[in-house]
């Protein structure tokens, strides 16, 4: 994962045809090419369609006591519910929540921690990646050395440092995962900024004495950019997986909003009787959400990296 | 070597000291320590007096030095649920977080080999593939869930094993093993095997590529046109060579591994210190969170070290570089 594998931009001047091959043109119908990567993309869209309209679509409000029948507690699924209004699919929890309605609400909490600490890590990551690949130096012997540190913990472990002095929340959760994972980042941006600030472009650029940020963020950042989308993917489903795990442990997020590791922990005490669906449910949707985004990231890997292209 | 082995110690020692102020400051400038120190049934003469007593009305500075002198000579602080040492609870519970550790490792290592060697030897055979698919799996899913499904498919739906705790275990050592009875093996068995499944796909991961480098060496070639068999040329030629990046890495996992049983712990009711840390988190018996912390800052300062002392007695290369 070292040169960047985008040129700079095409070239306007070249006689246009129907179709230019920009690009992205090329990466996107190079994407497109595998089954299995496409596949992971549709589902992974498809489960960011639900979360996002989970109050619209799911057959009722799981958190809202009103619509709870206590009598309709741990159902089997494909039970019609009280009232005879609908069916519970996956069947019902301790409270009579319709599991469906309360896997679209979770996805919605798993789905955004995931999303948001990433990208808050990829900010922090990256910036101080680049500031030690452009700075170097002690600035640059500083920053690594404190990669060094934090990749040398286990993620849970420190994850469970931070939580057990801040306890439970969801942005508590949040601020464990990007203190966990900004050092992936950093010492990705900072390998490929070190090969690409050699480049006659940024000498260049130097050279027409921009400021140093303009620099930093106009011309490196962006050169920087494929092996930093392919981290984040991955990085996405490694923040989900570490929420639910956290969240099972019952140090995650809190009991009113139930990501999918919540969810399958509450059916944890009925799973020895034999009531499974409460936990697997749950289970099964966290394994399609993290299996999807991986099956985009592996295969991202192999389309940004230029030295596997044939 | 001795210089070398100097500074390593030296920063060690400060890596030690660094982690030991931001427990410091995580549980007594984050959290309150007037509640987290004395028990909340204490009446307000009682807790003056332990104010004074644990010299919480010092400066934050005083403090540390004396937590810090406490925990040199062994004393972290008591136990609020259990009334006893939090180093001697956390202690108690090692050897059965030890016990599945070790488990887990010998089991990846027992399974994740043969794995790597068949998809490394027929990249391109079905069974390899479906491994290798399998090994992504390893490394993706959440070991917690995993767990549970082990738990409702071989201890709910087949009744084959037991879902929780260790089992009848024997005393050696002054310490009780599960591992040396039938019961304990069969306690141990699912939750060695839920901490070793990502443990498992990284090992056939190393192996198949290990292998498939090894193949094409020159010494494996002059040794196929010596005319000796394939099995002796896998398992002699190209297995010794293979094994010792597999060995290097599934040791260093071992820390890990330590790390990640606190969560195959809670799944199984598997009473080791991973168990003991998250239920003092969830009651907040801040001491055995404290003591749990240094003790296992100081696990990872010991095997990292280790690691690197070891490196550098292999290969003189990192010495040469550490010394300019």
């Keep these: ?310 | 070597m001795s210089l070398y082995l100097l500074r390593r110690l030296f920063q060690a020692a400060l890596v030690m000291l660094a982690m030991s102020v931001i427990v410091f400051v995580g549980v007594y400038a984050i959290g309150d320590p007037v509640e987290i120190l004395i028990s909340p049934d204490a009446d307000q003469i009682e807790r003056e007096r332990a104010i004074k007593a644990l010299g919480l009305d010092l400066p934050l500075w005083m403090q540390y030095l004396s937590f810090l002198g406490n925990a040199l000579r062994g004393d972290l602080g008591r136990s609020f649920v259990f009334n006893e040492p939090a180093l001697q609870l956390i202690l108690q519970r090692m050897p059965a977080t030890l016990e599945l550790a070790f488990g887990a490792t010998i089991m990846a290592l027992i399974i994740g080999i043969p794995l790597g060697l068949y998809a490394g030897l027929k990249p391109k055979s079905p069974v390899s593939k479906t491994i290798m698919t399998a090994s992504i799996f390893g490394f993706s899913l959440p070991t917690f869930w995993v767990g549970l499904m082990l738990i409702m498919v071989f201890a709910v739906q087949l009744g084959w094993l037991p879902s929780t705790g260790r089992g009848e275990t024997v005393e050696v050592l002054g310490m009780r093993w599960s591992f040396l009875t039938w019961d304990g093996l069969r306690h141990l068995a699912m939750p060695a095997l839920n901490l070793a499944l990502f443990k498992i796909s990284l090992v056939i991961r190393l192996t198949r590529a290990g292998v498939r480098e090894t193949m094409l060496m020159d010494y494996v070639k002059f040794a196929r046109a010596k005319g000796l068999t394939n099995k002796r040329v896998i398992f002699v030629h190209v297995f010794k060579n293979i094994m010792i990046p597999v060995v290097t890495v599934v040791g260093l996992e071992l820390g890990s591994t330590i790390a990640f049983s606190v969560v195959t712990e809670s799944v199984f009711a598997w009473p080791g210190m991973g168990k003991l840390i998250i239920d003092s988190i969830n009651v907040l018996d801040r001491p055995v969170i404290v003591a749990y912390l240094m003790i296992i800052v100081l696990m990872f300062i010991t095997i990292n070290l280790l690691v690197d002392l070891s490196y550098s007695a292999l290969d003189p290369r990192v010495r040469l570089e550490n010394k300019q």
């Design chain 1, 1 to 310: 994962m070292s040169a960047s594998s985008l040129p700079q931009a095409a070239t306007p001047a070249a006689p246009a045809p129907a179709k230019v091959e920009t690009p992205f043109r090329r990466f996107v119908s190079e994407f497109f090419e595998s089954k299995t990567a496409t596949v992971g993309l549709i589902v992974f869209t498809l489960l960011v369609l639900i979360a996002l309209f989970a109050p619209l679509i799911a057959p009722q409000n799981p958190y809202d006591l009103a619509q709870l029948d206590i009598m309709d507690g741990r159902l089997e699924p494909g039970t019609r519910n009280g009232m005879d209004t609908f069916t519970y699919w996956l069947g019902t929890d301790d409270q009579g929540r319709d599991m469906l309605s309360g896997i679209m609400y979770g996805l919605r909490i798993s789905l955004s921690v995931g999303a948001g600490s990433a990208i808050i890590a990829c900010l922090v990551g990256a910036s101080l990646g680049l500031l030690a690949a452009y700075a170097g130096g002690r600035t640059d012997s500083v920053i690594m050395r404190l990669v060094d540190l934090q990749l040398s913990f286990p993620s849970i472990l420190a994850a469970l440092m931070i939580l057990a002095f801040l306890g439970k929340g969801v942005m508590n959760v949040v601020l464990a995962l990007v203190i966990v994972e900004w050092a992936y980042y950093a010492r990705t941006v900072r390998g490929t900024a070190l090969v690409e600030r050699r480049r006659e472009y940024i000498e260049a650029a130097q050279c027409l004495a921009l400021p140093t940020h303009r620099v930093i963020f106009r011309h490196l950042l962006p050169n920087c950019m494929p092996p930093l989308i392919v981290v984040g993917t991955m990085q996405i489903a490694r923040a989900i997986a570490l929420e639910a795990t956290l969240s099972f442990l019952g140090l995650g997020v809190p009991i009113t909003e139930p990501s999918l590791g919540l969810l399958i922990s509450n059916g944890y005490e009925y799973m020895l009787s034999g009531k499974y669906w409460i936990s697997f449910y749950p289970g099964i949707a966290l394994l399609i959400t993290i299996v999807s985004i991986n099956l985009v990231g592996d295969h991202l890997r192999d389309v940004l990296n230029p030295r596997l292209k044939k």
